[in-house]
């Protein structure tokens, strides 16, 4: 048990982290995340409300640091790190690590992507220093998470997210001793993140992130400047913690960093929509393949943890949009069990408004169970009542994605290809494919921008 403060030790790995300690099975997760993170934000780009931020963004700022994947948009590093935060995570298909709730790559890398875009003319970052730095920061974002033992309170894939990108950039900058100390506590003067846009069903929630990924990297910029910020950024009485989560054990979670990499713990999400629906979309699926079908089905019950009801119980309602659609259980699970599947195309207005869908969707009933855990997202039951008077029934302990129920490297790749046909820029099946080459050897890459050279026009 080290003397040094758990809020000390946090910075001391941000320093001392490098890829040697990184596990064969960490690196792997890495890459794989890294190539998951890309395809999503490059279909992201093409979704609700992406144009609406791009200008936005434009009215802000003008630059050529950077670029916006997926299309021609070149920008400042921070324009470019929120543009692309935001379309990695507007369309609910970010991976997620699930005992933090957090979505750590979604801030992480295009941060970290956008600063290594805009130091490359004094600096080629290499892909090995990258899978390091991305790393590093979902160690730092996700032990905030599983730190807390409070119900979710504040957004915290933004809240804790910035402290993660703040710590990746860091780690390529060299920052240690009281400029790191103090770009970890910028970013806790720029931290926010409210549940507000979740309970109204709208994009704010992926403009967040977008604001966390930018914040991370303007916390190290101004640290870098000399510009102090609050040491005792964590657990300090108007630190994060203490204002954010209320209620933590921390100093277990930082020893935990002694032997796992959390990269390893993070989450694929297989479809477009809220990780808290992929448990009973998963049953539901399992229940088709069994002959559970529309029109044999009399109602169907969730049994779900209080945060799945919370996150994804709401009704589903034939004046809901898009945002509100893709954290309704109700209506993601209509989908697949009429389906067999959940496509991004989806949440096309005329679907959401699809008198079948809705009319199976409320045979569907969110019942929360007895679950102690406030940031549960499993196990969860599945039970079919069948017109006959029959009943079926699934139990799902752990969800599809998750480490332990991961896709398979064929699902994973099915993922990426099919984002990447839905991204704004017409750009080759060729093109895909190097970038999959790309990231499966990213710890030889000897510069990080041949990797987005392949990711636009």
């Given at each position: 048990?080290?003397?040094?403060?758990?809020?000390?030790?946090?910075?001391?790995?941000?320093?001392?982290?490098?890829?040697?300690?990184?596990?064969?099975?960490?690196?792997?997760?890495?890459?794989?995340?890294?190539?998951?993170?890309?395809?999503?934000?490059?279909?992201?780009?093409?979704?609700?409300?992406?144009?609406?931020v791009r200008e936005g963004l434009s009215k802000w700022s003008a630059g050529d640091e950077a670029r916006v994947l997926g299309t021609d948009l070149r920008t400042t590093a921070g324009s470019a790190a929120m543009m692309n935060a935001f379309n990695a995570h507007c369309q609910e298909y970010d991976c997620v690590h699930e005992g933090a709730v957090v979505h750590p790559l979604a801030t992480i890398q295009p941060a970290t992507l956008a600063w290594c875009e805009r130091e490359s003319a004094s600096r080629k970052v290499t892909g090995r220093e990258l899978i390091e730095a991305l790393a590093t920061g979902v160690d730092i974002s996700t032990t905030i998470g599983v730190s807390s033992n409070a119900t979710l309170k504040f957004f915290r894939p933004a809240t804790a997210g910035v402290f993660g990108t703040a710590a990746a950039i860091a780690k390529l900058s060299g920052l240690r001793g009281e400029p790191l100390s103090s770009a970890m506590g910028l970013a806790l003067a720029q931290c926010s993140g409210t549940m507000q846009p979740h309970d109204e069903g709208l994009c704010t929630l992926a403009v967040q992130v977008g604001f966390g990924a930018r914040s991370g990297l303007q916390a190290v910029d101004m640290a870098m400047t000399g510009v102090p910020g609050p040491k005792d950024w964590l657990e300090g009485p108007h630190g994060y913690l203490k204002l954010f989560e209320g209620d933590w054990t921390l100093e277990p979670r930082v020893d935990e960093l002694d032997?796992?990499?959390?990269?390893?713990?993070?989450?694929?999400?297989?479809?477009?929509?809220?990780?808290?629906?992929?448990?009973?979309?998963?049953?539901?699926?399992?229940?088709?393949?069994?002959?559970?079908?529309?029109?044999?089905?009399?109602?169907?019950?969730?049994?779900?943890?209080?945060?799945?009801?919370?996150?994804?119980?709401?009704?589903?309602?034939?004046?809901?949009?898009v945002n509100y659609a893709r954290l309704c259980l109700q209506y993601v699970g209509a989908i697949a069990l009429i389906d067999g599947t959940i496509e991004v195309t989806d949440y096309a207005f005329d679907r959401i408004r699809?008198?079948?869908?809705?009319?199976?969707?409320?045979?569907?009933?969110?019942?929360?169970?007895?679950?102690?855990?406030?940031?549960?997202?499993?196990?969860?039951?599945?039970?079919?009542?069948?017109?006959?008077?029959?009943?079926?029934?699934?139990?799902?302990?752990?969800?599809l994605g998750s480490?332990?129920?991961?896709?398979?490297?064929?699902?994973?790749?099915?993922?990426?290809?099919?984002n990447w046909k839905f991204a704004p820029a017409s750009l080759s099946a060729d093109r895909c494919e190097r970038v999959i080459e790309t990231v499966d050897h990213l710890e030889a890459l000897d510069d990080v921008t041949r990797l987005i050279d392949l990711l636009v026009p």
């Open positions: 048990m080290s003397d040094l403060t758990p809020t000390a030790r946090l910075e001391g790995h941000i320093v001392e982290n490098s890829f040697d300690d990184l596990s064969p099975q960490a690196v792997l997760a890495v890459k794989t995340f890294v190539l998951d993170t890309l395809g999503v934000a490059m279909s992201g780009a093409n979704a609700a409300f992406a144009d609406e032997t796992v990499s959390r990269i390893t713990e993070v989450s694929h999400k297989p479809f477009p929509s809220g990780r808290a629906t992929h448990g009973g979309v998963d049953g539901l699926l399992q229940l088709r393949a069994i002959g559970v079908r529309e029109e044999n089905v009399e109602k169907i019950e969730i049994h779900v943890p209080p945060l799945i009801e919370k996150l994804v119980g709401r009704p589903v309602n034939d004046t809901m949009g699809n008198k079948r869908l809705q009319a199976l969707a409320e045979r569907i009933h969110i019942v929360v169970d007895d679950n102690p855990d406030p940031n549960a997202l499993s196990p969860q039951r599945v039970v079919a009542h069948l017109v006959t008077g029959e009943t079926r029934e699934v139990v799902i302990a752990n969800t480490p332990a129920n991961p896709l398979t490297r064929d699902q994973h790749l099915d993922k990426f290809r099919r």
